[in-house]
């Protein structure tokens, strides 16, 4: 079977790391017709827009995307590009997993989690203002909804059962934000009797991140609302090595799209140093996503195994011993080809 699905290369060393994952894929066999669209600094200078309308067209007519590291200029004016997409396509599921590679010395091993998320609602909003003209004080409405939380815990759950997860862990602040996160905890409890095969546990965020510091390897799925998602997602990432190793998915029902969570990098841009494994295994996610899981799993092990050998891979992952973009990414190749 053929897939058309929207590329989006991005800013900074985006070209670079898409040119490696579409060539990865192509070594798998899935036949993908890639529909390649600019967003952000290129569209800027090209359409004055960082998210042009040919964008939000190709990824309504082709329902997925992989996007690498788009940047939106700081103090312009144009809204953030990631948000934008969200809400343009109602994209309400966050999915980050973080999982240990070895080859890569971290605190912990063995590391295998994933947090779920909510992608649209609470303070991420954009419902803000300042209270008066000499902004004085400033205020920002979290709007959590018995709707929004529904379906986002709903989609953690499934996710578990999928997956053949055990547990899933409900985090929130309930003890402070009784009806924000008091909702949220409430429709969890509920949600979970419709799963008894699943453990549901939930903690209050300020312990959870003391507990993923501490013990990460007792958790298994996270689902969390915008906010703590944000920053707890990013926590995942280091226990495992960093951005560097970490791919993303914004879910929606009819749309999904795959990304490279790190910045754009633009200080080592065109240098051939960019590590390109988030995009990479951004790639196995959409491929899973797409039913094509035994090409997903080639690539995951692929790009495990030249991480363990740690010889073929970019300075970041070795500082003693590396190589460039390019040659990792043929090393990842030569993998998937054996």
């Known amino acids: ?41 290129r569209a800027i200078e090209k359409y004055k827009d960082p998210l042009p309308q040919s964008v939000i067209d190709s990824i309504s007519r082709n329902k997925i995307a992989l996007k690498g590291p788009l940047t939106t200029p700081v103090g312009t004016g144009f809204r953030s590009i990631n948000v934008a997409l969200r809400k343009e396509f109602d994209l309400y599921a966050n999915l980050r997993p973080a999982k240990s590679f070895p080859g890569i010395k971290t605190r912990y091993e063995n590391i295998d989690l994933v947090i779920v998320r909510e992608n649209t609602e609470e303070f991420y909003s954009g419902i803000e203002h ?97 906010l703590f998602g944000d920053i707890l997602s990013d926590l995942a990432s280091g226990l495992v090595g960093g951005l560097g190793m970490a791919p993303g998915a914004n879910i929606g029902y009819q749309v999904a799209i795959f ?42 092990d692929a790009v495990s195994s030249v991480v363990a050998e740690g010889t073929k891979v970019t300075r970041d992952l070795n500082p003693h011993k590396f190589v460039g973009t390019d040659k990792m990414t043929e090393a990842i190749i030569e993998k998937i080809l054996q």
């Open 1 to 41: 079977m053929d897939y058309t699905i929207t590329l989006i290369p991005g800013d900074g060393i985006g070209p670079e790391i898409s040119k490696s994952v579409v060539s990865i894929i192509e070594a798998t066999g899935v036949k993908i017709n890639w529909d390649i669209q600019e967003a952000g600094l």
């Open 130 to 226: 300042y209270v008066d003209a000499f902004k004085s004080a400033a205020e920002t409405i979290g709007i959590v909804t018995r709707a929004g939380s529904e379906r986002i815990i709903r989609f953690a759950f499934d996710y578990a059962l999928r997956n053949n997860r055990k547990r899933v862990t409900v985090v929130h602040k309930a003890n402070i934000l009784k009806y924000t996160s008091g909702l949220f905890l409430d429709v969890a409890r509920t949600i979970a009797k419709e799963f008894p095969q699943i453990e549901m546990n939930d903690k209050i965020v300020d312990n959870m991140a003391m507990q993923m510091v501490m013990n990460p390897n007792q958790f298994d799925v996270i689902v969390t609302t915008n």
């Open 259 to 300: 990304e490279a969570v790190h910045g754009s990098a633009p200080d080592i841009a065109g240098q051939n140093l960019a590590n390109p494994c988030a995009i990479i295994l951004a790639g196995a996610m959409m491929l899973e996503h797409l039913g094509e899981t035994l090409a997903s799993k080639r690539i995951y």
